[in-house]
């Protein structure tokens, strides 16, 4: 991937392209989920980070009803449409995430104009780091400031969720767009789905003499296919056969009954939602008390429970969590929607070199095509830079 491009250089390829300068430049981050997997829809508890790697989009709004779009990656040229006709289905590539945010907007009933709009990018796509959000909350953060929409934070998150859920075509929840836009340096964002509260809790790897690794197994995801929806709808049936409104009502303590009440896949199911709701607790309370060190048993728990409870993981995420783990990891989980994607490591700075290359070896030893590693570390949501 070549260097990203700082704002006023975006704005100089924005006015070569499109004949005059942009109204402005905005961008929104990609985000690694520390713990609390399948949670968000679930009414339960996240704790993601907005991560170093952003989205940026220069855009202009325009007189019309016009609308282009250029990005600076891939090779899917300039596509035009009209803010008069969006509809979902028709678009293709990346250009379904700004369309997407358009056409929610206009769902809510705020008046859409064209505009003209560069994106450029370093969130890995199909990487789980939430590229798509990036995108979108790049967007939506410029649209709101230049057209005076006045959105607030919590609006934005579900304009951006209608469009993945409705324009997209994926059923997700509230996690991704709730980092990209509200993350902070240096924390993790303790967000409550059930009514978006939210806590910045520190997460600072570095400074505990550790680091945050992403292990990108490079097995492509997409959350319309069908394995996203079905653990969904799973968790709907559980909530609905127990008499709660979500399984953000189910507790620990219920489980036993549960399982008498459920056919054993939705109890493992519910197992794992529940699970791991609790596993956020514990590690908000432990970050807050002891630090970053203390809380790799929980993310391996983690992991372990999306293995054999929920059942997302991959043969690649396995192994790239094994390998880390027994390279010096103090933990290691997927993370993100599953079915591929990425694992995060969490790892002592002096084991950093020996868990990247047990990974790389045991990825190509069982034949696998290489993964990308690096680090990632939490920075700062959504902003205009220019
Ligand atoms: C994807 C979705 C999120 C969330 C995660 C799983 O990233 O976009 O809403 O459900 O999967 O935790």
């Known amino acids: 991937m070549s260097l990203p491009l700082d704002a006023r250089q975006l704005a100089a390829r924005f006015d070569s392209v499109f004949g005059s300068a942009p109204d402005g430049v905005w961008q929104a981050p990609g985000r690694v989920n520390l713990i609390g997997e399948h949670t968000d829809y679930n009414e339960g508890f996240v704790l993601p980070f907005a991560i170093d790697r952003t989205a940026r989009v220069a855009v202009r709004l325009r007189p019309d ?72 909350c790049a967007v939506i953060s410029a649209f709101n400031e230049l057209s005076g929409a006045g959105l607030e934070v919590q609006d934005m998150v579900l304009a951006t969720q209608r469009a993945e859920n409705d324009f997209v075509g994926a059923p997700t929840g509230i996690m991704d767009q709730s980092a990209s836009l509200r993350g902070a340096a240096g924390h993790a964002l303790f967000l409550d789905c059930r009514d978006q509260r939210v806590r910045l809790v520190p997460f600072d790897a570095e400074g505990a003499g550790l680091v945050l690794l992403v292990i990108d197994t490079k097995v492509s995801h997409s959350h319309a296919d069908g394995g996203y929806a079905s653990r969904r709808a799973a968790c709907e049936l559980g909530a609905e056969v127990l008499g709660v409104k979500a399984l953000r009502d189910v507790g620990l303590e219920d489980l036993e009954e549960a399982s008498g009440l459920l056919d054993p896949v939705t109890f493992r199911r519910v197992r794992h939602v529940v699970t791991e709701n609790e596993r956020v607790l514990r590690t908000v309370g432990l970050l807050e008390s002891t630090g970053p060190a203390a809380i790799g048993p929980l993310l391996d728990a983690s992991h372990a429970s999306m293995r054999d409870d929920f059942e997302i993981s991959c043969p690649e995420l396995d192994l790239a969590v094994e390998a880390a783990r ?35 070896h045991a990825f190509a030893a069982a034949g696998y095509t290489a993964p990308a590693i690096f680090r990632v570390r939490p920075a700062a949501g959504a902003m205009r830079l220019a």
């Open 65 to 136: 009803a016009g609308i282009r779009l250029l990005s600076t990656f891939g090779n899917q040229g300039l596509t035009t449409a009209d803010a008069g006709s969006l509809a979902r289905g028709t678009a293709r590539g990346w250009t379904k995430y700004p369309l997407g945010v358009l056409w929610a907007l206009q769902q809510c009933g705020l008046p859409v104009r064209g505009l003209d709009l560069l994106l450029d990018s370093d969130v890995p796509r199909g990487a789980g780091l939430s590229s798509s959000h990036a995108i979108e």
């Open 326 to 360: 027994s390279a010096g990891a103090l933990g290691a989980r997927m993370t993100g929607g599953g079915f591929g994607g990425s694992a995060i490591a969490l790892t002592p700075a002096s084991a950093e070199q020996g868990v990247r290359a047990a990974v790389e």
